[in-house]
């Protein structure tokens, strides 16, 4: 059996973890530089708020109907979704973590269990613990746990948070109930090719032939048809090290300048290089793109990118931010003002199997270094010991006006208690 354990409007109740008066309170969370809506509470949802709204289209609104608006907090959104996690490990060795607040169970050897019971013990526990609201969903594979958690969140009062799809004629039911645009998996194309064939529902997709499924929707698709019909042929997951990572960002205004830009492209390689040495993986391509504000159409408009080769693999943030301003060099024209730019890594290798070349190789007195600087970063805190072509003086900023504490992150954002 699985189980799909799922926070619920999980921004919004991390927010209220520490606020209880917000309980009962509609609210949103926005995303990067407050810009649309990202999360939203169900009292934000019965307002008829939907996600991705703009936040400035919709500041009536939420004045109107005292929504309590919050930035993106990820720094302490995640820290609660570790906690959540690490509580979630007690109660079964398998556990696969789908999202920052989803996570998937599998209870393998628990034959003698009851399991609606240890779970609905789970959901408590990690509730008291964390005071974040949980749905749980239990079904004998993922696909069919997914469902069921979907009908936990429509139906809370009558599961109480806690649903067990152990039988066929409850699962028949739900796939009944479960129209096709809303399983797990299929994406809005697929969707509309179901319906014009009159696939409406979960239960009318399952019945298809698999030849046409896998025609139409490839093997992804036939393997969770068959996980839907409750033959498990979706395991759990290993987290695997990221293909590739970027660091992009819009300016807070907009450059015009080639200095301005190799300081920001300059600090965009030095973070992804960090990330990739925990990693403890190498590179050997790097990408720069740069693009001027859309959203201006009255300023001329420009958008490019160059990709380099690197001539030896390399974890460097000296090296990484070498090439990616070489890299920027290439694309940079004069006379348009840039709003955003980013930089991005591929192409990894892990760090111990790196091959000397015969005419270049990294510096290897870097290694030391960047070590150094992890530690003394780690310890004193992000971006302290910084490269001489970044700005020293200068923390990028996104725009965050509605920013809550990071109660569990910062001393400095720790309750105070009155007594």
Same mark, same amino acid.
């Given at each position: ?16 973890? !520490? ?41 009536? @609104? ?7 608006v919050?930035?993106a ?11 959540v996690?690490?509580?979630? #490990?007690?109660?079964? *060795? ?8 989803? $996570?998937f ?13 240890? @779970? ?12 974040? *609201? ?17 009908? @936990? ?15 066929? $004629?409850? @699962? ?32 009318? !997709? ?9 025609? #139409? ?21 290993e ?13 807070? %205004? ?12 300059? %600090? ?17 391509t ?7 504000? &859309? ?10 990118s ?7 693999? =390399? #974890? =460097? ?11 920027? #060099? ?15 890594i ?16 990294? &510096? ?24 001489? =072509? ?28 009155? %007594?």
């Amino acid at each position: 059996m699985y189980a799909l354990v799922d926070g619920n409007n999980f921004y919004a109740s991390c927010e209220r973890v !520490f606020r209880p008066e917000l309980n009962g309170k509609p609210i949103v969370v926005l995303s990067n530089n407050d810009g649309c809506v990202i999360a939203r509470s169900n009292e934000a949802k019965a307002l008829g708020i939907p996600m991705g709204a703009p936040a400035f289209e919709y500041s009536k @609104c939420f004045t109107l109907n005292n929504v309590h608006v919050f930035s993106a907090n990820f720094a302490f959104y995640g820290d609660m979704s570790h906690r959540v996690m690490s509580l979630l #490990n007690d109660f079964t *060795p398998e556990l696969e973590i789908y999202s920052i607040d989803e $996570a998937f169970l599998k209870f393998e050897g628990f034959t003698y269990f009851n399991l609606e019971k240890h @779970c609905t013990e789970l959901k408590h526990f990690v509730g008291q613990c964390t005071g974040i *609201p949980l749905s749980v969903g239990i079904a004998p594979t993922k696909a069919l746990a997914k469902v069921a958690n979907k009908i @936990c969140k429509k139906f809370p009062i009558q599961t109480k948070g806690v649903y067990m799809m152990d039988t066929e $004629a409850k @699962c028949m039911k739900a796939l009944k109930w479960l129209k096709v645009e809303d399983i797990w998996g299929i994406g809005r194309q697929h969707a509309k090719r179901l319906q014009q064939i009159g696939a409406l529902t979960a239960y009318d !997709f399952i019945n298809l032939p698999d030849a046409w499924v896998r025609k #139409n929707m490839s093997v992804v698709g036939l393997r969770l048809k068959l996980d839907l019909r409750g033959i498990p042929t979706l395991d759990l997951e290993e987290i695997e090290p990221k293909k590739n990572i970027a660091t992009t960002r819009s300016f807070e %205004t907009m450059y015009s300048e080639l200095s301005d830009l190799r300081e920001r492209i300059s %600090t965009f390689a030095f973070s992804c290089a960090e990330k990739l040495r925990k990693q403890k993986a190498c590179c050997n391509t790097l990408m720069v793109f740069i693009r001027t504000n &859309n959203f201006r159409q009255d300023m001329p408009q420009y958008n490019n990118s160059s990709v380099i080769h690197l001539p030896f693999p =390399s #974890n =460097s943030g000296i090296e990484l931010s070498h090439f990616a301003n070489l890299a920027l #060099n290439k694309i940079y024209r004069k006379g348009y003002a840039y709003k955003k730019a980013g930089v991005m890594i591929m192409d990894f290798m892990p760090q111990d199997q790196v091959q000397l070349n015969v005419f270049e190789n990294s &510096n290897v007195k870097h290694e030391p270094l960047m070590k150094a600087i992890d530690k003394l970063n780690k310890v004193y805190g992000m971006q302290k010991i910084r490269l001489a =072509s970044q700005d020293l003086k200068r923390v990028w900023k996104m725009k965050q006006e509605k920013l809550s504490p990071k109660y569990t992150t910062s001393l400095k954002d720790i309750i105070t208690i009155f %007594t």
